[in-house]
């Protein structure tokens, strides 16, 4: 039973390095979000793509935040030049129909990136 | 701009009674409404959704939430809570345009549930 899969579970990087997060969504699933979830804190919207398309990047914090999915199906986040501040889980949610629809996001359990 | 707040940071109770987790929001149309549930280290489970309709809202595992629109909240109730029960709970609106649909969610900053034996 394929939930949405996120890679790696943990990841720690030293400050400076980039770093690239992998989500593999529901198979089938149109749209695509990444939020960033700080220590004590409720997600974060970051960015979402329907199919291949970016529709809305407007919660990256800087243009150091990057996210891609070629194909419409797996997504990659990345990371260049981290910085502590980066420190988070990166959770990747799927959802069946497009965006703006009534079909609910299913989440995975996240990438916690550690910046030292 | 959209918003979500979640007065209680943490919250006590014991095995068997009930609870009240409260949720207010912060938008101009109707809203879509969410309850999430996270387990440590783990990703978002959806508890229920309100789009529109009956406004009081039957999820998984017992809970239920109710939308009061002249209050703006949307609290999450059980009645008789179980040890299993003890994680963090997020309150979402979607951020959508137009229609009331959902696009992003907006997630409240969590509340978190201790059950006693």
């Known amino acids: 039973g394929a939930g949405v899969s996120q890679s790696p579970r943990y990841k720690v990087a030293k400050r400076g390095q980039d770093v690239a997060l992998r989500c593999d969504p529901i198979s089938g699933h149109v749209s695509l979000f990444w939020y960033q979830q700080a220590l004590g804190q409720g997600p974060e919207f970051l960015t979402y793509f329907q199919n291949e398309a970016q529709l809305d990047k407007s919660g990256l914090p800087s243009d150091r935040f990057f996210a891609e999915r070629p194909e419409g199906s797996v997504s990659t986040l990345k990371i260049q030049r981290t910085q502590q501040e980066d420190s988070a889980v990166y959770l990747c949610?799927?959802?069946?129909?497009?965006?703006?629809?009534?079909?609910?996001?299913?989440f995975g359990d996240g990438t916690r990136l550690s910046i030292l | 701009a959209q918003s979500v707040t979640q007065p209680d940071i943490h919250i006590t109770v014991s095995e068997g009674a009930s609870l009240e987790l409260r949720c207010n929001y912060s938008?101009?149309?109707?809203?879509?409404l969410f309850w999430y549930v996270q387990s440590p280290g783990q990703g978002l489970q959806l508890l229920l959704k309100?789009?529109?309709?009956?406004?009081l809202v039957q999820g998984i595992k017992g809970f239920e939430a109710e939308f009061k629109r002249s209050q703006s909240s949307f609290n999450l109730r059980k009645p008789s809570v179980h040890w299993s029960d003890a994680a963090e709970y997020f309150c979402?609106?979607?951020?959508?345009?137009?229609?009331?649909?959902?696009?992003?969610?907006?997630f409240g900053k969590g509340t978190k549930l201790s059950v006693k034996p």
């Open positions: 979402a609106v979607g951020a959508g345009i137009g229609g009331g649909s959902q696009g992003n969610l907006i």
């Open positions: 938008y101009g149309a109707t809203p879509y």
């Open positions: 949610a799927s959802s069946l129909g497009p965006v703006y629809s009534n079909q609910p996001q299913h």
């Open positions: 309100y789009f529109s309709g009956d406004t």
